[in-house]
């Protein structure tokens, strides 16, 4: 076998990260069984794992998305190997199968507890929607959004520390090379020969005392020599010394910074995981809200580049109105039917309407005349999406295919081969209402079958922001605030990933070699010879480590320390949220029941009655005194 992999260790760490099983995709439920079916990918290469359950279905996931899950050699045996697979070795792991809430192989029965999960929906990588098992509401899975990004922030404030110090050594180094240089300018020709035979002089005596003489004491008698030939020898030693040193701490703190910058990326992996969550969680809440886009899916076949880059791709339009010549979905109800659909109608007679002869098609300019417009996805081979809003005159004219020509009769009974929004396959995540047959006048090659379908808001907010009006959504009750706030963060969290990887590139590649070329250069001239600049870059790397070592131990201190405050001020606000509750509840309840006033008694009925014949009378002797 090409591979030597265990799927058996694969499925177990499945298995005991629920996280892993939102965020895939799961259609299990508490007690099934998991095995993996087959492992595909093309070139050798594995694209897919293929996992089945107990009642027989199956569901896949990117092997890229296990990446996390394995150490570097077992992701790169499956990467590199996974398409070669064959089913001798499928065979050979028959025996293992994983219970969602504990783990079973052959050689262990290790138990795991595992929350029963709720179905909801989510969108994988591609757009198509699975079922997710879900155990945590999206509050739930915000606060630990919340949390990560707080850890997350605490380790980027410790990476500005660190780039700020580099940045700091980086013009000591410059002044104390300077500061050699200068004082090499004292230094005579004859002076600097004599230096050469005093340091090998020094340098046999280490070499022989057979490491009873340290290095700190090589460097004393070095600079004691110089310093008797000219004081300034021994000045400039002391000062490319220092450089050198700063040399090796900056190289310790790059190395800090580059893990830093990996942490962080780790971090930015959990939190898209737990957004996908969040995502599937709210999914459910956001099945009622729908909208009903109308369009078709036209593929390749216009052979048409309207995008303009030189690539005619797939194309996708989808109808909208667009009363104000923006170019702009200012309203979900801007989407042809999803206004009808509202209201309990079927939206296609959004679509019937327009056929404004009753001839039966519905034709451009018909639907020019209601303000409707195409709003175009053009996806290339390699992934670009483009998307723009086009009347429909210019979109018949690019296309040269003649007139749009629309079937007034929706067909009930919907082909399988339909596809919907953005799907360009058969698992586009939407519901589909209704087809109808789409065309040219010049050109029935290119006839297709429209679409009629039911898609979430979040989804359509997503695939369509671009060209929405988001804050017109807003008002109206939509919600934008995944779309406004990606559109706000990712771009700046590139921006700083990028900006710390170009700086320790840029130090590693440009400015170290650079200085350190011009310490060595110091070095040779003092009469240094290769041997001894060894032993002064090595108790420089000694004297590094040390401090390095004191500034990570520091910046892990003053991040524990922000975590701990960070637990505190969560708990309080946690403890004042409590306590708020449980005042609101004993408000509520003292409204319910009055309290009494301690002076006010309580009559018996015997009581209520003796008092009320006792008023009687006193009214009877007031009214009719002279009969009493």
């Known amino acids: 076998m090409s591979t030597n992999i265990n799927l058996s260790d694969i499925l177990k760490k499945i298995a005991s990260d629920t996280g892993f099983l939102g965020s895939a995709g799961s259609k299990f439920s508490q007690g099934e069984t998991l095995e993996v079916l087959f492992v595909s990918g093309g070139n050798n290469q594995a694209d897919t794992l293929v996992l089945k359950d107990t009642s027989g279905d199956n569901y896949s996931i990117s092997a890229q998305s296990l990446q996390g899950y394995l150490s570097d050699d077992e992701y790169n045996a499956l990467m590199n190997g996974g398409a070669n697979k064959v089913a001798d070795e499928n065979a050979a792991n028959s025996a293992t199968e994983v219970v969602l809430g504990s783990v079973k192989t052959e050689e262990t029965d290790k138990t795991q507890n595992v929350d029963k999960a709720e179905n909801t929906q989510a969108t994988d990588e591609v757009g198509a929607t699975q079922n997710v098992e879900s155990t945590k509401d999206a509050d739930a899975i915000q606060k630990e959004i919340d949390k990560l990004e707080q850890q997350r922030e605490v380790n980027r404030q410790s990476m500005e520390t660190l780039k700020q110090q580099i940045e700091d050594l980086r013009g000591k180094i410059e002044q104390s090379i300077a500061d050699a240089l200068e004082a090499m300018e004292e230094i005579e020709e004859?002076?600097?020969k004599k230096a050469e035979e005093i340091v090998a002089q020094e340098l046999k005596k280490y070499q022989n005392s057979n490491g009873e003489m340290s290095q700190d004491q090589f460097s004393a008698n070095v600079k004691a020599a110089l310093a008797e030939i000219n004081p300034s020898m021994s000045e400039a030693l002391t000062h490319i010394m220092s450089a050198d040193t700063d040399m090796a701490l900056m190289g310790n703190l790059l190395d800090q910074l580059s893990q830093k910058v990996e942490i962080d990326k780790q971090f930015d992996e959990q939190i898209d995981t737990q957004e996908q969550a969040k995502q599937a969680a709210e999914a459910a809440e956001e099945a009622a809200?729908?909208?009903?886009?109308?369009?078709?899916?036209?593929?390749?076949?216009?052979?048409?580049?309207?995008?303009?880059?030189?690539?005619?791709?797939?194309?996708?339009?989808?109808?909208f109105y667009d009363e104000d010549g923006d170019g702009k979905i200012n309203s979900l109800n801007d989407f042809v039917g999803a206004k009808s659909d509202a209201q309990g109608q079927d939206g296609w007679s959004e679509m019937t309407a327009m056929d404004a002869d009753g001839d039966g098609t519905i034709t451009g300019d018909e639907m020019a005349d209601k303000d409707a417009k195409v709003m175009i996805t053009e996806i290339d081979a390699d992934g670009t999406k483009s998307q723009r809003a086009m009347s429909i005159d210019e979109f018949t004219e690019q296309v040269g295919k003649g007139d749009l020509e629309i079937n007034a009769q929706k067909h009930d009974q919907i082909s399988n081969n339909v596809v919907g929004p953005f799907g360009f396959n058969d698992n586009a995540n939407n519901q589909m209402l209704g087809t109808f047959d789409i065309g040219f006048s010049n050109d029935e090659s290119v006839d297709t079958v429209g679409y009629q379908t039911l898609d979430d808001q979040n989804w359509l907010v997503e695939?369509?922001?671009?060209?929405?009006?988001?804050?017109?959504?807003?008002e109206e009750g939509v919600d934008v605030s995944n779309v406004q706030a990606q559109e706000g963060t990712e771009a700046t969290q590139a921006t700083e990933m990028t900006q710390f990887e170009e700086f320790v590139n840029e130090y590693r590649d440009t400015v170290m070699p650079q200085l350190q070329t011009q310490i060595n250069d110091v070095y040779m001239q003092l009469g240094l010879s290769q041997d001894a600049i060894d032993i002064y870059k090595d108790l420089a790397q000694a004297t590094a480590d040390l401090e390095g070592q004191k500034i990570a131990d520091e910046l892990e201190a003053k991040e524990k320390e922000q975590l701990e405050a960070i637990e505190k001020e969560e708990a309080e606000s946690e403890e004042e949220n409590v306590e708020g509750a449980e005042e609101e509840t004993v408000a509520d309840e003292t409204l319910e029941e009055p309290a009494l006033d301690p002076e006010f008694t309580v009559d018996t009925p015997e009581t209520d009655l003796a008092d009320a014949l006792e008023a009687e009378k006193e009214l009877i002797l007031e009214e009719k005194p002279e009969e009493v």
């Open 190 to 192: 004859e002076q600097k």
């Open 289 to 319: 809200k729908c909208c009903d886009p109308i369009g078709a899916n036209f593929g390749e076949s216009l052979g048409v580049d309207l995008d303009g880059d030189g690539d005619a791709g797939q194309i996708q339009i989808d109808f």
């Open 463 to 474: 695939n369509y922001s671009g060209n929405m009006d988001l804050e017109s959504l807003k």
